[in-house]
Each structure stands twice: as structure tokens, then as C-alpha cells.
């Protein structure tokens, strides 16, 4: 049986950045997979290529055995797939844009009907469906896309990022309904740069960093080759970076210590992997005591999708995301420096 979807050796590029340098993974029928990774690693467009809406520079797409690239139009009835940004018709009710969307599939009438009131019960929009979607809450919207992205049944429902800027209450009731709809057999892709989400949900995970994955399996896989608890520490609130080097030169040679990291984004606290089931913290905090330096904060746990990150690429999601913002402001600025 083929995979669900199968990517392989995908890249895109739009002038001289190159967005996907080379992203191969395979999602099996019936699981959640999620992609990991912060903005502009190249899910998204990773995901547009999957789903037809950007032609890729090389590398094959297979959607159930389908190639996107060869057979866009028929791989295109077997994905559905929400974007980021709602893209609603706000003067159309909720049952009107469904009807809409169905007439676009070229669904039969009576089946069309069927699916919209089996839609509509399923994402607890009965209440709404008459009413015109721009009074729709964040919720309800995100709630009616998702409504139209499975109205034609497709075999993979496609996500990127399908809870940003959503409360808790509609985060938590989108999660419910992946589940659901996992456990009546749709396989669903889904991007996202919220740690829970993917440690939650997805059955497995592949992350990806400037354009390739550089780790994929289950949440508990990759938790596990990474090993260790984590102790993050801060000497003070914000430490001189002459300060921090002196704290991981004290605590590298700690036997419970594996690996101590500086992180610079975050007033150069430490994140430090140690021995787990030892005595690494109070070990950590004598040695900072007799080196004379300073506990501002310090707390141990157990590793995270952000560990396995750091793990792989020497920095932490949210260093990553800082950095890409920073690049997105310099671009932006020497464009209108250039006006």
C-alpha cells in the first residue's frame, strides 16, 4: 500500500534563497505527522508544493501513490488542505461557503447536502451555519475552513499552523477534532512551531531547520536519542558573557554534566544535559556556590521536541525564531534604504 504522502529530495528556491534545500519524508495512512520547525525553516512551502499551489525545482511528491507533479488535478481530490490565514467569504453564511465549496468539487447535490450537515454537526456549527461568517469568532473561522478543507473527504487533510492566535478553549477543541477525525481514518499533515501541539498530537515528527529535516520519528524516539534531563540555569538576569563562560567551564567537568550550551538569545542563560536519575542539580548549584558565582533562577526537567532542536542545530526554537526575525527586519530595512 502506498504512503499516504511521499516526498522526496523536494527543493524551491525564489531568486536566491532557497526556501526547501532538500526535505524527504514519507506519512503513512491513518497517523498525524507533524513538521517542526521555526518560521521560514520551509514548512510552508514545503506544504504548497504538496499541494499544487507552487512548482517545485526538483525532487517527486506522491499523494496516495499519485504524483503531484505529474497528475496535479487528480492529487488535488485527494488532499484537502487549510492555510495559515482563513480564507472565508465574510458576507457568505457558514452553510453558503460550504455549498460554494462543494459546487467547486463538483460534488453531487444530495451527497453535497449530506456532507455539508455531517460537516457542520462534527465541528459543532449547527448554531452558526446560518449566520453570515463574518461574525464569526477567530474559533468559528478557523473551525469553518477546516469544514471545508474535509468536504470532499480528501485522504490527507493538510494544516499549516491550524491553531495561531487561537485561544486555549478553540486550540483545545481543534485538537479534539484531529483526533477525531484520525480515528475515523483521515491522515492529517500538519506544520507548527508550538512545542505542545506537536508533542500532543502527532504520531510522529519530522523537523525541519533552513530548508531540510535534520531529525524525524516518534515525539518519544527522538526524545530518547537525545538523552539526559535538562537544567536550565541562569547565573544572573542577564549574565556577561564572560560570566557564562566561566559557569560552563566549571560545570562541564561535573560528572553528572553530558553537554553545557550557551544560550545567548536568552540573556546567556545555560541549558545543560545531564545524567538523568542523579543528583546533577544540587551538584551544579554547589559547584556555582564554591566558583562564587550567582543562582538567578535554575530548574531540571525532562527532554523536549526544543531539546531535540538544540540538540541537532546548537540552538533553541526561539533562537531561531529571533534570528529569522532579525534577518526579516535587515531585509526589510535595506529595501527602503535602497528607495
Known sequence: MAPAVLIEHLKKSYGTVEAVKDVSLQVESG???GL??????GKTTTLRCLCTLTEPDAGAIEVSGVSAIDNPRLARQKLGYVAQEVAIDKVLTGRELLQLQAALYHLPRAFAKERIDSMLKLLALQDYADKKSGTYSGGLKKRLDLAAGLLHQPDVLVLDEPTVGLDIESRSAVWDFLRQIKAQGTTV????HYLEEIDI???????????KVIACG?????KDKVGGDRITLRIRE????????????VLQDLPAVQEV???????NSLNLVVSPQSNALSAVQQALQAAGLPTFG??????SLDDVYLAATGRTLLDAEIAAASTRDEKKERKQNMR
Open 31 to 33: 497517523e498525524i505527522f
Open 36 to 41: 517542526l520547525g521555526p518560521n521560514g525553516a
Open 189 to 192: 499533515l500538519l506544520t507548527s
Open 201 to 211: 498530537l502527532a504520531d510522529r515528527v519530522a523537523i525541519i531547520d533552513r530548508g
Open 218 to 222: 516518534t515525539p518519544s524516539e527522538l
Open 238 to 249: 542577564f549574565a556577561p558573557v564572560e560570566e557564562a563562560e566561566k559557569a560552563r567551564s
Open 261 to 267: 550550551i550557551i544560550n545567548s538569545a536568552q540573556g
Open 298 to 303: 535554575i530548574a531540571q526537567a525532562r527532554p
